[in-house]
């Protein structure tokens, strides 16, 4: 079983995207290993539900997202987790204000993964989920390249 952790700022728009994008990708691919999970570095949303935007463009892609409550990640979620993969900068300086150093090197940025890595646009501004939706897709593509190639 290999446990994936998608961490943002607020855990009601990227993060749960890229929790349910994964989830109903590696569906679709008949892969069964992982256990999938996304939380906030912030206190901000906790208890939230997930952000209007993203989940539009789930319900547009036919993409499940359950019943997801924004929650904030722990230290303990280190100990849980096999990869803890935030969507920008910002989010691996809060994750490992929170968890300490990444002495198990389970850290990482979604977009390190592909080819052409950056942060995943932020949609809490900007307002274009679509943006933020083919970088998550982008990203989560590159990642499980990565694991198949491990
Ligand atoms: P997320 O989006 O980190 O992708 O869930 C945001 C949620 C909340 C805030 C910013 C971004 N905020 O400033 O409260």
Same mark, same amino acid.
């Given at each position: 079983?290999?446990?994936?952790?998608?961490?943002?700022?607020?855990? @009601?728009?990227?993060? /749960?995207?890229?929790?349910?994008?994964?989830? %109903?990708?590696?569906?679709?691919e008949?892969?069964?290993?992982? #256990?999938?999970?996304s939380?906030?570095?912030?206190?901000?949303?906790?208890g939230n539900?997930?952000?209007?935007?993203?989940?539009?463009?789930?319900?547009?892609?036919?993409?499940? #997202?359950g019943?997801? =409550?924004?929650?904030?990640?722990?230290?303990?979620?280190?100990?849980?987790?096999?990869?803890?993969?935030?969507?920008?900068?910002?989010?691996?300086? %809060?994750?490992?204000r929170?968890?300490?150093?990444?002495?198990?090197?389970?850290? #990482?940025?979604?977009? %390190?993964?592909?080819?052409? /890595?950056?942060d995943?646009?932020? /949609?809490? #501004? +900007?307002?274009?989920?679509?943006? +933020?939706?083919? %970088?998550?897709v982008?990203? =989560?593509?590159?990642? =499980?390249?990565?694991?198949?190639? @491990?």
């Amino acid at each position: 079983m290999v446990k994936v952790l998608f961490v943002c700022l607020g855990n @009601i728009c990227r993060s /749960p995207m890229a929790e349910y994008v994964f989830k %109903d990708k590696i569906k679709k691919e008949g892969i069964e290993k992982f #256990y999938i999970d996304s939380a906030a570095t912030s206190s901000e949303e906790i208890g939230n539900s997930i952000h209007y935007g993203t989940r539009n463009k789930l319900k547009e892609m036919n993409i499940d #997202y359950g019943n997801h =409550l924004a929650r904030q990640m722990t230290k303990q979620d280190y100990e849980k987790f096999d990869y803890i993969i935030g969507m920008e900068d910002r989010n691996i300086k %809060d994750i490992k204000r929170i968890v300490g150093e990444d002495t198990e090197n389970k850290i #990482y940025k979604l977009l %390190d993964f592909s080819k052409n /890595p950056r942060d995943i646009a932020d /949609p809490w #501004y +900007t307002g274009n989920f679509d943006k +933020t939706y083919d %970088d998550i897709v982008e990203g =989560l593509s590159a990642f =499980l390249e990565h694991l198949k190639n @491990i």
